[in-house]
């Protein structure tokens, strides 16, 4: 029987409407070899209590069940790498504390994962949101080579539906970029991507990915987020870049335009910024598949007319 230690990591932040949930999915699992961190944030209110709850129901799991309780707030990047420097499993997988996932999740992937001797083992998934989508992955867009397109750059570089072999991660010491809140499975998760010599994938859905918490830091853009999102960027970029030939330049500029797109996007638009920051991105702008009122906001900066662009939105506002 197929059956290597398996690694669950979850950081726990401002997610005690949810916690619960994803807590019962995951040590509801119908695989039995796993080993859980829970990852307290230093959150404020009650999802550690809600998670101590939930444990109790599950008294066979409850040995292998670590919580780290962080005393000061270290954010999520941080709160990532310190269980994957204590994990033991052979197979690690980072799950949201807002979503919840099917408990065959690990009966499925794991024996993928051998069978094929993959890196990285993916599942389809559901979007919930106001109704649920279903959300088909294929391998081939995940490996190495689905870097390329840029069109899907990103919808395939989230943690949360990939088990990764732990060697992956420690051999090429591809860990989360500490700093960060946002943007932090896109830091760590291309880099794998790029290295990993095996992907696979099952059409199963067996992750939920909640798109209500009005809560998670992937909702609101502020300064910091802005700032984790270009720093994440000259990260990967920068490990991509230097480790190829130039193949990946569309897709690693089209993440430089979708970062910096930021600059612009909120109440207190930079143009300058936006115009001074990867200019070298600003060739392929209509490459890109953003929709044509956009693509004129960019036209409107880079050519320092921008207040036309203002106007037009004061005077429809």
């Not at 504390?97 to 990285?120: F, G, H, M, R, Y």
């Not at 890109?288 to 207040?307: G, W």
């Amino acid at each position: 029987m197929i059956n290597p230690l398996v690694t669950i990591i979850v950081p726990v932040y401002k997610a005690e409407n949810y916690i619960a949930r994803c807590a019962k999915s995951l040590l509801g699992q119908t695989y039995d070899n796993i080993e859980y961190f829970f990852v307290n944030d230093c959150t404020p209110d009650n999802s550690v209590e809600s998670l101590v709850e939930t444990i109790k129901a599950y008294p066979e799991r409850e040995k292998n069940v670590n919580i780290i309780n962080f005393e000061s707030n270290k954010g999520h990047a941080y709160a990532r790498n310190v269980a994957l420097k204590q994990a033991s499993g052979k197979y690690v997988i980072q799950i949201d504390a807002d979503d919840w996932v099917e408990k065959d999740l690990l009966e499925v992937l794991v024996p993928i994962a051998e069978t094929n001797n993959s890196d990285i083992t993916c599942c389809s998934f559901y979007w919930e949101g106001e109704s649920q989508t279903y959300c088909k992955v294929y391998s081939e867009n995940v490996g190495k080579e689905g870097l390329m397109n840029f069109k899907i750059l990103l919808e395939n570089s989230a943690h949360w539906n990939k088990l990764i072999k732990l060697s992956l991660i420690r051999d090429n010491n591809i860990y989360c970029l500490e700093g960060t809140n946002n943007w932090v499975d896109v830091g760590q998760v291309i880099p794998l991507r790029f290295m990993a010599n095996k992907v696979s994938s099952t059409d199963k859905a067996l992750y939920h990915y909640n798109v209500g918490n009005i809560n998670s830091v992937s909702r609101k853009l502020t300064p910091k987020r802005i700032e984790d999102m270009l720093r994440v960027t000259d990260h990967v970029t920068s490990f991509v870049e230097n480790r190829s030939n130039g193949e990946y330049s569309l897709s690693m500029n089209y993440l430089k335009f979708y970062a910096k797109w930021a600059l612009i996007a909120g109440d207190n638009s930079s143009y300058k910024s936006w115009r001074e920051k990867y200019p070298e991105s600003n060739k392929y702008l209509f490459k890109y598949p953003f929709p044509t009122s956009r693509k004129i906001l960019f036209l409107c900066a880079l050519y320092h007319m921008s207040f036309i662009y203002e106007l037009a939105k004061r005077l429809s506002a």
